[in-house]
């Protein structure tokens, strides 16, 4: 076929090789076209559109800014400008564009879908919302609109509408996987786990490697407890995926690890590790677009004259968190916040979180407060860099939203990892771990990346507000174990342990409260190593209980609480002994696995604190039998708590303050001495 010889010919010719599958080909006649016709718009951003498929996002960028430069104005072009702009980072130029994409062309859905991603992504979420409710509103038959609302709302924390919106996006795009594994994690959140697995069925049938698909069911298995399979679908998804997603999906993998007792402490440390290194080379590499670059490197050390003129015997301590709201950290942290000694520490709190409500408030109490919700990486960094830290707290781990990727490369003098997760973060940005000798025993350095700082006392304070009375225990015809813990803990192990105690007392039984009541999947899971014991009929599954409050009432029913393996219960454990409930626990070799030798050594339980499968079936047995020392604990528990180490919050207070000031002042890489 002999090649057109004028711009106008050359450029329809790009347009048929693009809808024939030859995209070299259409990128050689676009650029013929161009170098007999430079002020061609329309070319420009067809060119733009080859160099943007193909990875180029600059030169892409390029390309369009010099079609709208020669008064190319179609939405399309605008449009497709804005999508470069938010994918290269530049929101704002983002934002402008989409506003002009939109005014275009009203009635397309490109320009408000753009709009509503470059305020998102300039961290006005709610801004977001408003756009796309009046997108959806003019176009009512718009999947992508509502899929993105659904989004979006998501983020706000307005679940019930979140899920309606991506309802009505899958009615009107069936076939669409993204938005049926949107639909599936939505489901997830509201409980609704049998319709979530349905809508990821579907979302993989139509697309198997789909990675949204995939992430939202690694989800939804850590969710019913299916932790093993869970971090196998991470895995996959991860293997498709460079970069910040990859890593977040590598951290969900850690968290379902973790739940895992297949692992020898060696091969789950070795896994951190290797999540830590990726990192490490994604954003420390020079040259990465990631890479915190030279000025960030310096602002994590003491730049001369700054931190000496806020005065050096007081360090700035910020406490990192996507928890800062009605979140059982928030529990943990609020009487640390409220007894540390402002002459001794300045404490800032940041969080990623959009939805704030009124524990956010409490814990601000008069202190500055970080607002990182939306920012992108790089702008969030700058802001906690403005902060100017001595010391970094971050409070999640892998436990959940990801903010362990913003303290690499390093953004203070001393990074520290506490509260959210029992494990190692695997970074090594990140100095210090807070523990105690009892969760952390000599030898268990080999598990972490971080030096260990061991307080002389427990590392947690528990002291929530507004609890209900401890009751005496009622006579009952036969004892009751019960375990309040999620279902993402409720591992094969810990159930086939928890049947074994039934075996060992058939007149016992069990109530379990795992947060996924009325999902027949999940149902069918927690009672299969009790039908197979023949113990199934003592076990009773109950929902969720509606408030707080009420989560400690239900320990009144309680006896003896049975604790998780290998990942225990923190927040469970401290609810059960606050009820005047005594909690059996088996240790493990894996850090999660050591938690409650602290929480139960606490209170004087001691004895509860088992060693292998055997002892825990015998502890347990004899405990629920011995109704003396059950009443006696019943009347005792709570005040050991509060007048214990678990109740001490200045001692935790004084005790942090002493390694926050001790390791600034130490050199790196010293021991702790």
Wanted: charged content about 25%; some cysteine.
């Amino acid at each position: 076929m002999t090649e057109p010889s004028d711009a106008d010919g050359l450029h329809k010719l790009g347009n048929e090789l693009v809808a024939g599958g030859d995209h070299a080909g259409a990128a050689r006649a676009f650029e013929r076209a161009l170098e007999l016709d430079p002020s061609r718009p329309t070319t420009l951003n067809n060119l733009a559109n080859l160099l943007r498929e193909r990875g180029d996002l600059e030169a892409a960028a390029a390309l369009y800014r010099r079609a709208v430069d020669l008064g190319g104005k179609s939405a399309a072009l605008l449009s497709n400008f804005a999508k470069t702009a938010l994918a290269l980072g530049r929101a704002d130029e983002a934002l402008r564009l989409a506003e002009a994409a939109t005014a275009a062309a009203p009635e397309r859905e490109a320009g408000p879908l753009l709009h509503a991603r470059a305020l998102a992504a300039l961290g006005d979420v709610a801004g977001a919302r408003e756009v796309l409710l009046r997108a959806t509103a003019r176009s009512a038959h718009s999947g992508a609109l509502f899929n993105e609302l659904g989004l979006v709302l998501a983020r706000l924390g307005a679940g019930r509408d979140s899920l309606a919106a991506l309802e009505t996006a899958a009615s009107l795009l069936p076939t669409d996987a993204a938005v049926l594994a949107n639909l599936g994690d939505a489901r997830r959140r509201a409980l609704d786990l049998d319709g979530a697995l349905s809508a990821l069925t579907r979302a993989l049938e139509i697309a198997p490697t789909s990675t949204d698909a995939l992430e939202s069911l690694a989800a939804l298995q850590t969710t019913l407890g299916a932790c093993d399979e869970a971090a196998a679908t991470a895995e996959r998804a991860a293997a498709q995926l460079q970069g910040t997603r990859a890593l977040d999906l590598g951290s969900m993998r850690l968290f379902a690890l973790a739940h895992s007792d297949r692992l020898a402490p060696s091969a789950l440390f070795e896994e951190h590790r290797s999540w830590g290194e990726a990192a490490t080379r994604l954003y420390d590499e020079p040259g990465s677009s990631r890479s915190a670059g030279p000025r960030e490197e310096l602002t994590a050390r003491a730049e001369p004259g700054e931190r000496e003129q806020r005065g050096s015997r007081r360090p700035r301590v910020v406490y990192l968190s996507p928890d800062l709201r009605d979140h059982v950290v928030a529990r943990f942290l609020g009487p640390i916040l409220a007894a540390h000694d402002p002459e001794r520490v300045e404490v800032v709190l940041a969080t990623t979180a959009v939805v704030k409500d009124a524990t956010t408030e409490a814990l601000r109490a008069g202190r500055e407060l970080l607002d990182l919700a939306g920012m992108p990486r790089q702008s969030a960094r700058e802001r906690l860099l403005s902060a100017q830290p001595d010391v970094i707290v971050e409070l999640a781990g892998h436990s959940g939203d990801p903010v362990l990727q913003l303290l690499t490369p390093r953004l203070a003098p001393l990074q520290v990892t506490y509260l959210g997760f029992p494990g190692t973060t695997g970074l090594s940005s990140i100095d210090l771990r807070i523990t105690d000798v009892a969760c952390d025993p000599a030898g268990s350095e080999l598990d972490f990346s971080e030096r260990l700082a061991r307080l002389p006392r427990p590392p947690w304070v528990y002291l929530p507000g507004d609890i209900p009375d401890v009751t005496p225990r009622h006579g009952r015809a036969s004892p009751t174990f019960g375990c309040f813990n999620r279902a993402t803990k409720l591992t094969p192990t810990t159930l086939e342990l928890f049947a074994r105690v039934l075996v060992a007392l058939p007149e016992a039984r069990l109530v379990l409260r795992p947060r996924v009541f009325g999902s027949a999947t999940a149902t069918k899971r927690l009672l299969a190593p009790f039908a197979e014991a023949g113990c199934a009929g003592r076990v009773e599954l109950r929902a969720d209980a509606p408030s707080f409050q009420d989560a400690l009432r239900g320990y009144r029913d309680l006896d003896v609480a049975l604790d998780t393996f290998p990942y225990h219960g923190t927040t469970t454990t401290c609810d059960a002994l606050l009820m005047g409930v005594p909690v059996v626990s088996l240790m493990g070799s894996t850090p999660a696995a050591r938690v409650s030798r602290s929480l139960l050594g606490a209170v004087g339980l001691d004895d509860l604190a088992t060693e292998d499968a055997s002892a825990f079936v015998e502890a347990a047995a004899r405990l629920a039998l011995d109704t003396g020392r059950l009443d006696t604990l019943r009347a005792e528990l709570r005040e050991r708590v509060l007048r214990g180490p678990l109740g001490d919050a200045r001692g935790l207070a004084r005790a942090l303050e002493d390694v926050y000031l001790g390791a600034a002042r130490r050199p790196p890489g010293a021991p702790e001495g």
